[in-house]
T-cell receptor, first 116, second 109 residues
Framework: DAGVIQSPRHEVTEMGQEVTLRCKPI?????LFWYRQTMMRGLELLIY????????DSGMPEDRFSAKMPNASFSTLKIQPSEPRDSAVYFC??????????????FGEGSRLTVL | AQRVTQPEKLLSVFKGAPVELKCNYS??????LFWYVQYSRQRLQLLLR??SRESIKGFTADLNKGETSFHLKKPFAQEEDSAMYYC???????????FGSGTRLQVQP
């Protein structure tokens, strides 16, 4: 398994543009998480899904952010319109109810977003 | 709300010196605590969890409920230990981790 796959790895865009980040979790994992990493705030949970259903989106900053998981092998995080303060590394992670036990998340390599 | 505090952004030690990365948490219940590590150009990955009471790569961490701490320790640091370390907790019945802000460990030769 190639692990959690995220795309794009790097995105540079201008303020006001729409940004879509994509994630493919590890096959068989039933939990998917989106985190944002910044120098000031570290790793913050944005939202997580269980069996494609959003469980907790309390970390989503505002209405400009939305996340979907249309099926077990794909999720998107969309920012519309983007702002410079959204610049960060966005991580996707997945885990399974079974193997690994509670608390072991498998992370992707991250998508580095720069909004000019 | 639960919170994880890592007071040091950067910890620099020499090879062979002892290492202690500090982590304190605030939560009224009984959380599970973890240490995650991110080596250069690698993914963030689980290093160890308190319920396992194991030593991984020479690192140990003991949960001190009285001091609400979960410090990561290693008696003799190696250069390959240089990385970003995150302390994290998970609440009973939940699946999402709450992370601290991270500590960068630099082990100098």
């Amino acid at each position: 398994d190639a692990g959690v796959i995220q795309s794009p790895r790097h995105e540079v865009t201008e303020m006001g543009q729409e940004v879509t980040l994509r994630c493919k979790p590890i096959s068989g994992h039933d939990y998917l998480f989106w985190y944002r990493q910044t120098m000031m705030r570290g790793l913050e949970l944005l939202i997580y899904f269980n069996n494609n259903v959003p469980i907790d989106d309390s970390g989503m900053p505002e209405d400009r952010f939305s996340a979907k998981m249309p099926n077990a092998s794909f999720s998107t995080l969309k920012i519309q319109p983007s702002e410079p303060r959204d610049s960060a590394v966005y991580f996707c992670a997945s885990s399974s109810e079974g193997t690994g036990g509670t608390g072991e998340l498998f992370f992707g390599e991250g998508s580095r977003l720069t909004v000019l | 709300a639960q919170r994880v505090t890592q007071p040091e952004k950067l910890l620099s030690v020499f090879k062979g010196a002892p290492v202690e990365l500090k982590c304190n948490y605030s939560y009224s219940g009984s959380p599970e605590l973890f240490w995650y590590v991110q080596y250069s150009r690698q993914r963030l990955q689980l290093l160890l969890r308190h319920i396992s009471r194991e030593s991984i790569k020479g690192f140990t961490a003991d949960l001190n409920k009285g001091e609400t701490s979960f410090h990561l320790k290693k008696p003799f640091a190696q250069e390959e230990d240089s990385a970003m370390y995150y302390c994290a907790l998970i609440l009973t019945g939940r699946r999402a981790l709450t992370f601290g802000s991270g500590t960068r460990l630099q082990v100098q030769p």
